[in-house]
């Protein structure tokens, strides 16, 4: 199941779950920061491996994208000045890019979770900050559940909020998941940073850019017969993909392009 609701101007106040709750400053106030990284270490290092988990591989996932996922400084890499910079290329039509994990290093089950982006923009890229259940080991995906914080793509004018879980019996698709999907019209996200964020409650998700909560789901919100799998352990994930059949296939001149975060938090 899809559900699709557009926001203007960088605020929603017409989702499933009712009016978005707290704004990032009050959260985080209230809230005790206790993993971060802020991606000082020296230009070219990896990220720090206490924290993160490089993923390799990766041509096909999702629907058909086209990248393979490398450790390469080429595609990630910490730039010395504070940041960490995901690199999508294109080399003689073999495209490369990354994507890392706090799996089995920091996980959240309840509280805040955010980080700050400069996002890219560009046909047939989908830049995403998002979280996995710590389960999937176990049970798998999508039995383990998937939580998209944000998902941007193509030329970045809409941000996408999803909760993905298994798809339920009898329902009316030939996916392999259900899904809730909740959309903001947030322009110009791709000029500069932002702070994308997610509030995760028991029984809530509260999604949201800079001070603007934007979204809400609940388990009123799933479809008839879906079970709400979001109040347990969930690791985050950064990663740049390229082509598919979500945003389609990358433009001529489009890559190289940069996705480059300059802090993640965790707070309880």
Known sequence: MVSTVACGGGTCHAEPGGMPVGSFSSLTASHQLYAADDFDGPSNSAPDPAMWNI????VGWG???AQAYTASPANIR?????????TARDDDGHVTSARLNTQGKVDVTEGVVAARIKMPAGQGLQPAFWLLGQSMPEVGWPASGEIDIVELLNDASTAYFTAIGPRVEGQRSNA???????TSRVGGLADDFHTYWLDKEPGRLVFGID???LATITPADLPPGQQWIY???????????VGGAWPGPVGPGVLPKQMTVDWVRFYR
């Open 55 to 58: 993923e390799t591989g990766g």
């Open 63 to 65: 629907a058909g994208e």
């Open 78 to 86: 910490q730039d010395g000045d504070g940041h960490l910079v995901i």
């Open 176 to 182: 392999s998941h259900s899904q809730l999907q909740l």
């Open 211 to 213: 001070e603007n909560a």
């Open 231 to 241: 109040d347990t352990p969930y690791f985050a994930v950064l990663n740049l993909a």
